[in-house]
């Protein structure tokens, strides 16, 4: 037996081998390291590590590949590593030390440390990181943080006075920070929009003040989002709001299901315009509440393109336009004016810190 | 109906099943097939139903030439095949069991369950049957079951008749029924061809008896011929059909149920309220159709079921509540029922399921480190002693003969030093070879002051080596017997009668003295595929 | 093999085998486990790796663009359409070995210093060794979690629940990793033991629960699984868990103490726990093959009917082997915790308590096989990471290969058809008994 399998792997190694080998006399040529037909030998290469989640998550992975991919051209070429397991993102970030990558962006609170250790390292590598941000700021990274509060806030204020009900709810996949500091955010709005109306709008799913509410598990079980929507339809909730990626979708077939049984509910779309990355479910969508992953992916892959990197981290705001409300698309005759002015003016008391926008996420 | 075989030949890989073998059957005649378990019965009659195809050799009927692909051929042809284990479904009644498949319908495809019921009746009645077409077959006896599967046969015309080792789920009494029945069809132009090993049933029933020995015919012979002759060409060998043993001289009380209670599965008592004593230097013979609680009995005395109600003893101590480990180095070995299931674990090399009980103890353990070495030395005399023919100790023990298979049980049970031997059907499926060395060894631990207790449901076994015979029905014991008690009584006792001394002898000679009694072939494990080649049991 | 009652029963098929020696019908599950451990010969092994490499690189090819481009002008250049087709899978292969074995131009670039000493200083040569050390760390966790599934089932039960043991070991690990300061060694001890104990805890509690309730331990398993899933996500937002400074879901650093020894230099990030998880394959096998209880286990797991007759205590030999299993996979999360991540995250379970049963499978449930099986995942693991950087090759692909080596050894029949082998099985009981597989 032992010897049997001690063969089997000595034949696997020489299967490995000739495969080996066989490229040599096959690929030829230049012997380049990199089979690749899309590397040149002077061309700036982004090299962007995912997370867990994969390149099509529908949510900051894939908005910072498509940032990488807006970047392109120019002599500028993208490559993309999956991450399958944590235990991936340091040899996958090894990986591309080890290719000469004009900036290395790694996606995701996650991989900041294994980040920060690269970086640290390596101190002439050109880093970006989504989603996190570094107490001290590092020369070599830009750490690309969102402060979606600030958004949330404006959608939950939205809710507010789109509900007819006076009941709006909001779920997340997991108890994360990038997830919970959007559904505080909606909750501060909302409960803004009561202060100031008079108005008694209740939250379900999410509390700010004991940060405890409802999430799925996961980001991709998109029967559990339309089973938890469902929940929150039957208990008079008629704007929901889910901060679970892929599970969102689940949340919008409950909603239709809803609509097409004659129940008047809506919804808000997460982290980029549900019109574009959903766009089946886009009349339901009153707005989505947007965070600007690829713009900013797309500015740090250009600036250390071009030698204006700076490193050190960045928030985006309502003010620089890395937050904000998706455009209202089919609601934008529904939506009253007055409604459409509030929102302007609370947009201008968060800017100038009139309105405080309370989070005990991190920004 | 006339059959014939003609160099029928049968391989698998290398092993000859069947080696040109020719058989004539008669139109009403009773062909009874004598063989050793693998001696390739079963696989000639598996072609003859059309389950097998042959390698060679060819099937006539009435001279003509016929080829069965399937038993739907065979069936079309005239040939019924009664199995040991009936395909019957427990839920529908006799006439649904018997007509399933071939339903009998009217207009416009309905069942016609009273033509249905008519047919059964009335063969039921021309053969004396006896079987009540609208019974559940869940609720009859298994004679009556192995009757329906005879009527299942005749509703589809069968002319020939197969019956595979009929006998071996019979009581005695059903037996005679059985019999009386294959005469009735006899009379009625049918043949039969009988297949058994028993050599006493093979001689009262049969008009020609074909031995049948490694698949090959070794030799045919009327009934009148001797059991020693048909032992002997059975075996390749001259036999030694007699166990010799001293008389008994038993000593004190080593095993001592008092009152016990034993619940199945499904906590219904299996055995109740028994009392039973075996001394030291006896053996006891437990006989009694199989399912009236023997198994869980033997599970309750080993500690592998618990005991309900009762008490049980081993020299004296209460043991009832002991674990199988504890009464196992108390000084109790056991046999169990199925070796191949509950004796041994069949992956293991013979080495390891000798010591399958003892491992853990000196001097095979030190601490939980297994001394290999001293494993693999005690199995090497082991099975020199015991005469277990393998390769080496360390082949598979599935690899085995089921004689060599159980003589490692034995080696393993017996190479303790015993107080009481609980031995359930120890022969069963063995080769004589096999049993002879058995019950030798058991006679042995007799002699040397052990209490044995032997389940079987083999009368000759129970017979050949019990010095008191207790009959079991539906748990209870319902009688203790001196070894020459006559196989009728017990046979009353079997069926739960509380059978007084002896009073008629019911058509079945007295067992004690004649040579018919003596004889003990037996029954096979199961009706399928000997567990090895036939060659290696003894050569 | 009883034959009370005698309705039912299959006698004229089996009867027409006459090798057929096998007692009784154990459940359809285990037949087909035991026919994947037992059943298959080296050649099925190999026949089986070559097929999924060559599915493999079908599928690598041609998912690539730029094959698909050249397959669409198959008329006018049928010669570059091939030429594309075996570029890109033999490219992506070429790159999967370079990071799973040796990358030649490591090579080249550490001869090209004259000296010795300067091509270990500037890292060259520990760059040559860099893809085999990132094989072993890949692989050890692998080879815990797989030794853990490969010892359950030896003795009869299938453990799905590597994913909630990994859990329980790396929570109290890390928790010992860096809430207990304790001095040089004896903190990584500590910190390993912590780990076996908190996978062994939670391995008891299914041997227990399968013991004394007759709960499924599959069932028992999969449902512990979510539980631990969700009480690592709860407890890692505790104070006593999470990362001060940190609103997700991560724990502080174990210290420097806790954490295993590289054993090639800093670049290099094999560390110790590979040699611990030799050990524990050295150690499971002499567990299995030369002590009483690994005789327990293994008669419970071949026949536990005959080893309870033997007056072997079964549900005792669950329990046990339910909490040394427990603990080889808490070993794992020490192998990830305490070798690799030195923190733990809520996801830091990744999948290895799945693949520890591919591993095991592959590995015949045998030591020395799962740590082979383990070292060759690995090896696809590390050389998929390179295979996706430099040719862009999906690294799903692996998942895919792992997948197909599992599935053509679950199906001898299609890989021997495949291959025109003949199967020990279908030849007579001579060979049947020939073969001999007794490990």
């Known amino acids: 037996m032992r010897q049997s399998v001690r063969a089997a792997a000595a034949i696997s190694v020489l299967a490995l081998l000739a495969a080996g080998c066989g490229t040599k006399s096959a690929a030829g040529g230049g012997g380049s390291s990199s089979p690749s037909p899309k590397s040149g030998a002077s061309a700036f290469t982004a090299c962007m590590v995912t997370d867990t989640g994969g390149i099509d998550d529908r949510s900051f992975n894939a908005s910072s590949w498509q940032g990488v991919q807006q970047a392109e051209g120019n002599g500028i070429t993208g490559k993309y590593l999956q991450s399958t397991s944590p235990s991936d993102y340091t040899p996958n970030i090894n990986q591309f030390l080890g290719q000469k990558c004009g900036i290395i962006v790694t996606v995701g609170f996650l991989m900041g440390d294994a980040t920060q250790t690269a970086a640290k390292g390596h101190p002439s590598q050109k880093f970006a990181i989504v989603d996190f941000t570094y107490p001290k700021p590092l020369k070599n990274v830009d750490a690309l943080l969102f402060n979606t509060v600030q958004d949330g806030f404006l959608g939950g204020y939205l809710a507010a006075g789109m509900s007819k009900t006076h009941k709006v709810a909001t779920f997340g996949g997991q108890k994360l920070p990038t997830v919970t500091i959007y559904m505080d955010g909606f909750w501060d709005g909302v409960q803004y929009y009561n202060a100031k109306h008079h108005t008694n709008v209740k939250v379900l799913g999410w509390n700010e003040k004991t940060q405890n509410g409802n999430f799925t598990g996961d980001f991709t079980n998109q029967s559990k989002g339309q089973q938890l929507t469902q929940t929150f339809i039957s208990e008079g909730a008629d704007i929901v709001f889910p901060v679970a990626g892929n599970v969102g979708l689940g949340a919008a077939k409950a909603v239709q299901q809803a609509d097409q049984s004659g129940q008047n509910v809506n919804m808000l779309w997460v982290d980029t315009d549900g019109c574009v990355s959903a766009p089946q479910y886009c009349k339901y969508f009153i707005s989505s509440v947007t965070k600007g992953i690829q713009t900013a992916v797309k500015t740090a892959v250009t600036a250390a393109h071009n030698g204006s990197f700076k490193g050190g981290n960045y928030v985006g705001t309502l003010t620089n336009g890395g937050v904000g409300l998706a455009p209202f698309h089919d609601f934008a005759s529904k939506v009253p004016a007055s409604l459409k002015a509030e929102l302007n003016q609370v947009k201008t008391g968060i800017e100038n810190g009139s309105i405080k926008t309370a989070t005990k996420s991190p920004v | 109906m006339k059959l014939e075989l003609r160099g029928i030949t049968k391989r698998f890989g290398s092993l000859v099943a069947n080696d040109h073998i020719d058989l004539t059957v008669a139109p009403g005649q009773i062909h009874a097939l004598l063989g050793e378990n693998g001696a390739g019965k079963t696989t000639l009659m598996n072609v003859l139903y059309g389950l097998t195809r042959p390698d060679e050799g060819e099937i006539l009927l009435d001279g003509q030439a016929r080829e069965f692909r399937s038993p739907a051929d065979a069936i079309g042809a005239g040939i019924g095949m009664v199995h040991q284990h009936f395909m019957l479904v427990p839920v529908f009644t006799v006439t649904e069991n018997v007509t399933l498949g071939v339903e009998r319908t009217r207009w416009p495809g309905l069942l016609d369950r009273r033509r249905a019921r008519r047919e059964v009746r009335e063969l039921s009645q021309r053969y004396g049957l006896n079987v009540n077409p609208d019974a559940y077959v869940e609720n009859l006896p298994v004679g009556v079951q192995q009757r329906v599967e005879i009527i299942k046969a005749l509703l589809r015309e069968a002319n020939v008749l197969i019956l595979d080792e009929p006998t071996a789920v019979l009581t005695p009494g059903e037996t005679e029924d059985l019999f009386r029945i294959m005469r009735e069809l006899k009379a009625g132009g049918r043949s039969i061809i009988f297949i058994s090993h028993k050599l006493r049933e093979v001689q009262a029933i049969a008009d020609t008896i074909t031995v049948i020995r490694r698949g090959s015919v070794v030799g045919q012979r009327p009934p009148t011929a001797t059991g020693s002759e048909l032992a002997s060409l059975m075996v390749g060998r001259p036999v030694e059909l007699r166990v010799h043993k001293e008389p008994a001289r038993p000593g004190a009380v080593v095993l001592d149920a008092d009152g016990l209670t034993v619940p199945d599965d499904q906590g219904n008592p299996a055995v109740k309220d028994l009392s039973l004593q075996v001394h030291a230097g006896e053996i006891v013979g437990i006989a009694g159709v199989q399912g009236n609680g023997q198994t869980e009995l033997c599970e309750a005395l080993v500690g592998l079921r618990p005991v309900g109600a009762g008490r049980l003893r081993l020299d004296g101590d209460d043991i009832s509540r002991q674990t199988t480990r504890q009464r196992l180095a108390g000084g109790m070995g056991y046999i169990p029922e199925d070796r191949t299931e509950d004796g041994l674990v069949g992956d293991f090399p013979v080495a390891d399921n000798i010591i399958l009980d003892v491992y853990h103890r000196a001097p095979y353990a030190r601490g939980i480190a297994l001394d290999l070495g001293q494993v693999d030395s005690t199995a090497v005399s082991r099975v020199s002693e015991f005469d277990i023919r393998t390769t080496s100790v360390q082949a598979p023990t599935s690899t085995l003969s089921g004689g060599n298979q159980q003589k490692v049980i034995l080696a393993r049970e017996i190479g303790r030093d015993l107080r009481v031997l609980v031995a359930s059907q120890p022969t069963r499926g063995l080769d004589v070879g096999s049993i002879e060395f058995v019950h030798r060894r058991i006679v042995e631990q007799r002699d040397q002051g052990v209490a044995v207790l032997i389940i079987s449901s083999e009368l000759d076994e129970i017979y050949a080596l019990a010095d008191r015979i207790a009959v079991m029905y539906e748990g209870r014991i319902t009688g203790i017997r001196p070894p020459t008690v006559p196989v009728a009584e017990l046979g009353l006792l079997m069926t739960g009668a509380d059978g007084g001394p002896a009073g008629e002898p019911a058509g079945t000679e007295a067992p004690a003295g004649t040579e018919a009694q003596q004889l003990y072939v037996p029954q096979p494990a199961e009706q399928e595929a000997p567990p090895a080649p036939p060659g290696d049991g003894h050569d | ?439």
């Open chain 3, 1 to 439: 093999m009883t034959e009370q009652g005698g309705v039912g029963g299959s006698a004229p098929r089996a009867s027409t085998d006459p090798g057929g020696t096998e007692p009784g019908r154990p459940p359809f599950g285990k037949v087909i486990i035991q026919a994947i451990i037992q059943g298959n010969s080296v050649v099925v092994t190999v026949a089986a790796f070559a097929a999924a490499i060559v599915i493999g690189g079908l599928l690598i090819a041609f998912t690539d663009p730029v094959v698909l481009h050249a397959w669409s002008q198959f008329t006018a250049a049928p010669g570059n359409a091939f030429a594309q087709a075996w570029d890109s899978a033999a490219g992506a292969y070429a790159a999967m070995f370079e990071g799973a074995i040796i990358n030649p131009h490591t090579v080249a670039s550490a001869l090209q210093y004259n000296s010795i000493s300067a091509a270990f200083q500037t890292g060259s040569v520990s760059a040559i060794f860099d893809p085999l050390s990132e094989t072993a760390v890949n692989a050890t966790p692998l080879i815990f979690a797989g030794l853990s599934v490969a010892l359950a089932f030896r003795a009869g039960l299938f453990n799905i629940g590597g994913t909630s043991q990994f859990i329980g070991g790396a929570l109290l690990a890390t928790w010992l990793g860096f809430g207990v300061p304790l001095p040089l060694v004896l903190h990584a001890i500590v910190v390993l033991i912590g780990a076996f104990a908190g996978g062994a805890a939670i391995g008891w509690v299914v041997g227990a629960l399968k013991a004394w309730t007759g709960a499924h331990e599959v069932i028992v398993t999969i449902m512990l699984n979510y539980v631990m899933i969700y009480l690592l996500s709860w407890l890692l937002g505790t104070s006593a868990m999470q990362r001060p400074g940190r609103a997700d879901l991560i724990t502080p650093f174990i210290d420097g103490n806790a954490q295993l020894p590289h054993l090639a230099g800093p670049s290099l990030r094999i560390n110790a726990s590979f040699l611990i998880a030799l050990a524990a394959a050295a150690g499971v096998w002499w567990l299995l093959q030369r002590s009483t209880i690994g005789f327990e286990f293994r008669s419970v797991g071949a026949n536990p009917r005959a080893a309870r007759t033997a007056g072997m205590s079964v549900t005792g030999s669950w329990v046990l082997v339910m909490t040394i299993a427990g603990g080889l996979a808490g070993l794992a999360a020490s192998a990830v915790v305490q070798g690799t991540d030195h923190t733990l995250t809520f996801q830091s379970y990744g999948t290895y308590g799945i693949d520890a049963i591919t591993v095991a499978l592959l590995g015949r449930a045998r030591p020395l096989g799962t740590v082979l099986a383990a070292l060759l995942f690995g090896a696809l693991h590390a050389g998929g990471v390179a295979m996706q950087g430099l040719t862009q090759t999906p690294v799903d692909i692996v998942t895919v290969i792992q997948a197909l080596i599992v599935m053509f050894i679950a199906a001898p029949p299609l890989v021997r058809a495949m291959f025109r082998l003949r199967g020990a099985r279908a030849a007579g009981p001579e060979q049947a008994l020939a073969k001999g597989w007794n490990g």
